[in-house]
């Protein structure tokens, strides 16, 4: 897909390991800080973050983020589409891998999801996407909360009744009390 400079376009450029610093004082924070890099639910740790090269209205930036937002951002966008959605954010794993294959695949894993989330206007356009990506909140843009499969349904109604009105005959409205006495005629 060609890109034009007013379209948005997100990808990853590349990534980083990050690594917590232990605390020095304590023996046992460094016997955590092992298990921390490798289990998420442990808390914080060494953890990679993807540089993403954002293009939006002709500009660029970078932002940096974890898989944790990844997956926070497509938590939201399931709970705003629903079924619909139909975007695949790469599986959780439970325990963290460093090597270079699998930060590789999950690099190019994400870049498909980011190229398919910025065809969908409709999502691109939502507050807290602009927000993941680091860009300004642009005027126009759907206000927190956005649900399209939430909103109304658009329903015809019904025409007025007429108390005293005669059966399909039109209704002309007057304030003449001389009119309702002939309303049957």
Sequence with gaps: MARTPSSFYAEIDRYEIVEEP?????????????????IPLMGQGSHAEYNIRVQNEGKYH???????????????????????????????????????????????ALNVYLKDLCKRKEIVDLVEVQRFFGCQVR?????????????????QQPAPVVVGAAPGKPVVHSDSEDELARWDT
Excluded at 22 to 38: H, I, Q, T
Aim: net charge positive; proline share 11%; charged share 30%.
């Design 22 to 38: 232990a605390d020095p004082e304590n023996p046992l924070a460094k016997g955590m800080e092992v298990l921390k890099a490798r």
């Design 62 to 108: 970078i932002v940096r983020r974890r898989f944790a937002e990844f997956v926070t951002l497509h938590d939201f966008l399931k709970r705003q589409f629903g079924p619909v959605l139909m975007l695949e954010l790469p599986k959780k794993t439970p325990i963290r891998y460093f090597n270079q294959d699998k930060l590789e695949d999950r690099k190019n």
């Design 139 to 155: 005027p126009g843009s759907v206000p927190t909360g956005y649900a399209p499969q939430a909103q109304a349904p658009q329903v």
